[in-house]
């Protein structure tokens, strides 16, 4: 395959068309309403095809280490036993992105299980470190949706 | 309503055919933009006996284009109720075609407001003349939550208790998490956190749901009208301060977040809620909560879309609301020895 221009900068090739060439020739305010919101959405798909499996592999790890922490605490419960149980029979090295997405689902229920536990038996020094777990995907998200505000609301 | 071309005609015939005496022709129709769950538009209405009027239609987006899903019968059932007891200062309804057999869609015919938004009306006004405007507006939502649900005929569930309703409100978190195309694990630690730090009760009342300056409609002599009642429910009047300050954080000027303390004042003096129920933890606890009923109907668009059961550029676009839900949910569900934050 031809990897260069890469997706982010095809999509980011795209976004720039359309708000110089199509943008400028809508008058009506519905359409130029769509327009600014399809520039944003390839703007966060440009983010995503960029980093989107690098950052969820990597947050899967620190997911499930995480959780592996946690089972392994008085906190530990059996459901998050069951959660570590699911992922090891559901995970998959594949890179390909459906494979990916899998996997960081079934990291996700992890982490959720393990707060869960976590906040049920007050350990503090769990929870500010499953918190920065929190902090670090939201990060990544904020970083998908860049500057944002919602247009046309008025 | 979605083939704007008909509509014309089709309006006309709709509006004649409800009023019974007068034959109306529809002289211009337009779409109008600004809001997102439903399909709207504006009409100028020339009737036989010469008078011309402005009318608002609302109605639903095609089938699998719809953001959020949402009972037109239902709204219609709850503004006719309100309307009819005078109770809220709304926007009068004319006519609902509850088949969509024949306007194309569930739509409410509205009266128009000779106004603009709020949103718009700050929009345009410099910033240090936004204290009135903040002052208008706690007034506005406080004349909501003074209102005795028990007094009204609402066509929406009643809550048993306070302490019930707020257990299923939390538990939206987790239902949400459970029905969505992926886990999202903030839902259900904001929800075992929300649980751990339940606030003082208040007495239930009308919650308007999505009360944001862009659903007040200001008239020329400056009455507050609210419009978008889609998502009302009866439930716990915080949510909607709350609400507030989430969106108009992430969608400004937020008028809580200029003076805080005298918002929360003004609020209280005019509900009669004392500071031990509404105070900046309360308003940072809300803050989180809140948003899940919007946050939640967002979700379910994108689990929708990412199941091939829905599709549309606003399910894609409004996606980045949840990022900013999730950033609210972490300000407001604090970490252990640190202070809440009211403001987004």
Redesign the interface.
Same mark, same amino acid.
């Given at each position: 395959m031809l990897a260069r221009p890469t997706t982010e900068q095809i999509l980011l090739d795209v976004r720039a068309e359309l708000l110089s060439t199509i943008d400028a020739a809508v008058t009506e305010?519905?359409v130029k =309403?769509?327009i600014q919101?399809?520039e944003? =959405?390839l703007r966060?798909c440009a983010e995503r095809a960029a980093h989107e499996i690098a950052w969820m592999r990597d947050e899967t790890a620190a997911?499930v280490e995480y959780a592996e922490q946690v089972s392994a605490s008085p906190a530990g419960s059996a459901e998050l036993r069951d959660a570590l149980a699911s992922f090891s029979a559901g995970r998959s090295d594949s890179l390909h992105l459906d494979d990916v997405?899998a996997t960081?689902?079934?990291?996700?229920?992890c982490?959720?299980?393990a707060?869960?536990a976590v906040?049920?038996a007050g350990d503090?020094v769990l929870? =500010?470190a499953?918190?920065r777990?929190?902090?670090q995907?939201?990060v990544h998200?904020?970083q998908?949706?860049g500057e944002?505000?919602?247009v046309?609301?008025? | 309503m979605h083939d704007a071309g008909v509509m014309p005609e089709r309006l006309g015939r709709f509006l004649s055919a409800r009023d019974g005496t007068r034959t109306a022709v529809v002289r211009r129709y337009e &779409?109008m933009?600004?809001g997102?769950s439903r399909v709207m538009a504006r009409a100028e209405v020339a009737w036989s006996d010469g008078s011309v009027e402005m009318v608002v239609l609302r109605g639903d987006p095609p089938a699998g284009k719809a953001m959020i899903e949402t009972d037109r019968d239902v709204e219609h059932a709850l503004l006719h109720a309100l309307t009819s007891s005078g109770s809220v200062a709304m926007p009068a309804v004319r006519a609902y075609d509850s088949s969509g057999a024949e306007l194309g869609t569930k739509c409410i015919v509205l009266d128009h407001v000779d106004g603009q938004?709020l949103?718009?009306l700050l +929009?345009a006004t410099p910033i240090e003349q936004h204290g009135e405007h903040a002052l208008d507006l706690v007034d506005t939502l406080a004349s909501i939550h003074a209102l005795d649900v028990d007094a009204l005929d609402l066509p929406i569930p009643r809550p048993t208790s306070w302490d019930d309703y707020l257990g299923e409100l939390i538990d939206r978190f987790r239902q949400a998490?459970r029905g969505h195309a992926?886990?999202? @694990?903030?839902?259900?630690?904001v929800a075992?956190?929300l649980d751990?730090h339940r606030p003082p009760p208040l007495p239930l009342r009308l919650v308007h749901s999505d009360f944001q300056a &862009?659903n007040i409609m200001v008239e020329r002599g400056g009455r507050h009208l609210m419009i978008d009642w889609e998502l009302a429910h009866v439930g716990d009047p915080r949510e909607d301060l709350g609400y507030y300050n989430v969106y108009s954080s &992430?969608?400004g000027p937020n008028l809580f977040a200029r003076d805080p303390e005298a918002f929360l004042a003004r609020y209280r003096e005019r509900t009669g809620f004392d500071e031990q129920a509404v105070n900046l933890t309360t308003m940072g606890y809300f803050s989180s909560l809140a948003a899940i009923t919007v946050y939640a109907q967002v979700l379910h668009g994108a689990g929708a879309l990412a199941r091939g059961t829905n599709a549309g550029?606003?399910t894609?676009?409004t996606? +980045? &609301?949840?990022?900013?839900g999730?950033?609210n949910f972490?300000a407001g569900c604090t970490? @252990?020895?640190s202070q809440p934050t009211a403001v987004a």
């Open positions: 305010p519905a =309403v769509a919101m399809m944003n =959405v966060n997911m997405t960081y689902s079934l990291a996700g229920e982490l959720s299980t707060l869960e906040l049920a503090d929870h =500010v499953g918190r777990l929190l902090e995907r939201l998200e904020q998908i949706m944002w505000t919602m046309g609301r008025a | &779409a933009v600004g997102y938004s949103q718009a +929009n998490d992926e886990s999202v @694990p903030f839902l259900r630690y075992s956190w751990a &862009a &992430a969608s550029l606003l894609t676009y996606m +980045n &609301a949840l990022t900013i999730h950033s972490l970490a @252990p020895q």
